[in-house]
């Protein structure tokens, strides 16, 4: 991989970093501070959940690498995340930090001058709390596809300055596309990554070290995996308001990864509030693959009807947008 640094994403002479945080150990504890720009945007002039729980992750390990050690053998790193407080906005300064305890981490971000943070995080090695039994009938479907591939897919729309599916960023991203997979009744959201040469340049570019993923990237990828996988299911766009992640092993650069989610549950508290349920993970993808879980989520979103009428007038190309959003 190159040393260079495209397109000025990094403050650091890193390259294969996510984040070039100036993280300061005090202890038990560990902090750093971020301003989030176009490098780091989600949602129109939102910073992307992604890259927010990157930085707890990156945090987590830049401290306390130690935690990270234990997955494999049955043991995964569990990560749950919390969204809360007040909203970030690009071109405001965030402060991530993270503190260790017997168990574990507990991380939280906020916003420069306040005091309640609007993403924490409990980061934890342990047995693994997911597993593919919980995800029923969502692995025999995604593992027939992992083996076979299929036909009966669809696009899903993307956006594009997004750090996850962004099409014409001028900074780099994870640059993926998203599709669903109609099987009867049961409507899967996925992805894939390592099989585009071009994803070294993109997905496999961000990573914790020279040999290893960046966790955040699957935390990404996961959450616009599962979430989408809850717009098409509701027809309505929404914010992610938990996620939980066990990570159960490190990806290296260029293995064929297969990211699914499928919405498990609608509810509606109230008149005007609806959320949903998710759940998925990340499987070895092709010919030979184990199909042992890389990662497993799951996770709750809350339904914004005023980010449906963005997502409407903002997302790519037209026509697969209206397949999506118009009335069932």
């Not at 000025?8 to 070039?20: A, C, N, Q, V």
């Not at 909203?87 to 405001?92: A, D, H, K, P, V």
């Not at 965030?94 to 168990?103: E, G, H, K, L, T």
């Not at 098409?232 to 766009?237: D, K, L």
């Given at each position: 991989?190159?040393?260079a640094?495209?397109k000025?994403?990094?403050?650091?002479?890193?390259?294969?970093?996510?984040?070039?945080i100036?993280?300061?150990?005090?202890?038990?504890?560990?902090?750093?501070?971020?301003?989030?720009?176009?490098?780091?945007?989600g949602?129109?002039?939102?910073?992307?959940?992604?890259?927010?729980?990157?930085?707890?992750?990156?945090?987590?390990?830049?401290?306390?690498?130690?935690?990270?050690?234990?997955?494999?053998?049955?043991?995964?790193?569990?990560?749950?995340f919390?969204?809360?407080?007040p909203?970030?906005?690009?071109?405001?300064e965030?402060?991530?930090?993270?503190?260790?305890?017997?168990?574990g981490?507990?991380?939280s971000?906020?916003?420069?001058?306040?005091?309640?943070?609007?993403?924490?995080?409990?980061?934890?090695?342990g047995?693994?709390?997911?597993?593919?039994?919980?995800l029923?009938?969502?692995?025999?479907?995604?593992?027939?596809?992992?083996?076979?591939?299929?036909?009966?897919?669809?696009?899903?729309?993307?956006?594009?300055?997004?750090?996850?599916?962004?099409?014409?960023?001028?900074?780099?991203?994870?640059?993926?596309?998203?599709?669903?997979?109609?099987?009867?009744?049961?409507?899967?959201?996925?992805?894939?990554?390592?099989?585009?040469p071009?994803d070294?340049?993109?997905f496999?570019?961000?990573r914790?070290?020279?040999?290893?993923?960046?966790?955040?990237?699957?935390?990404?990828?996961?959450?616009?995996?599962?979430?989408?996988?809850?717009f098409?299911?509701?027809?309505?766009?929404g914010?992610t308001?938990?996620?939980?992640?066990?990570?159960?092993?490190?990806?290296?650069?260029?293995?064929?990864?297969?990211?699914?989610?499928?919405?498990?549950?609608?509810?509606?508290s109230?008149?005007?509030?609806?959320?949903?349920?998710?759940a998925?993970?990340?499987?070895?993808?092709?010919?030979?693959?184990?199909?042992?879980?890389?990662?497993?989520?799951?996770?709750?979103?809350?339904?914004?009807?005023?980010?449906?009428?963005e997502?409407?007038?903002?997302?790519?190309?037209?026509?697969?947008?209206?397949?999506?959003?118009?009335c069932?």
């Open positions: 991989m190159s040393d640094n495209p000025g994403f990094l403050d650091g002479p890193s390259s294969h970093l996510l984040f070039s100036p993280f300061v150990s005090r202890g038990e504890e560990i902090e750093g501070s971020l301003c989030l720009d176009n490098r780091h945007q949602w129109m002039e939102l910073p992307h959940g992604g890259v927010l729980m990157s930085c707890l992750l990156q945090a987590a390990h830049q401290g306390f690498e130690e935690i990270f050690a234990s997955r494999g053998e049955g043991q995964a790193v569990g990560a749950s919390r969204w809360g407080g909203t970030l906005f690009l071109g405001e965030i402060v991530i930090s993270a503190r260790r305890d017997p168990a981490v507990e991380g971000i906020r916003k420069k001058g306040e005091d309640r943070p609007t993403l924490t995080a409990r980061i934890e090695p047995p693994a709390k997911l597993s593919l039994k919980d029923d009938p969502i692995p025999d479907i995604m593992e027939g596809l992992a083996k076979d591939g299929a036909d009966n897919t669809i696009p899903l729309p993307y956006s594009q300055n997004c750090f996850v599916c962004g099409s014409d960023r001028s900074l780099p991203g994870l640059e993926r596309r998203f599709y669903c997979l109609e099987n009867g009744d049961q409507r899967v959201v996925f992805t894939l990554a390592g099989i585009d071009e070294d340049a993109r496999f570019w961000f914790l070290s020279e040999d290893e993923v960046h966790p955040g990237a699957l935390a990404a990828v996961l959450d616009e995996t599962l979430g989408w996988s809850g098409v299911a509701a027809r309505q766009g914010v308001v938990r996620l939980e992640i066990d990570f159960f092993r490190p990806v290296d650069p260029g293995e064929r990864l297969l990211f699914f989610g499928s919405c498990t549950r609608i509810r509606a109230g008149p005007h509030r609806l959320f949903w349920y998710a998925g993970g990340v499987l070895p993808f092709g010919a030979g693959a184990d199909l042992a879980p890389i990662a497993l989520a799951r996770g709750q979103w809350l339904a914004v009807p005023k980010l449906t009428e997502m409407k007038n903002h997302l790519a190309p037209s026509e697969w947008v209206s397949r999506w959003f118009s069932p």
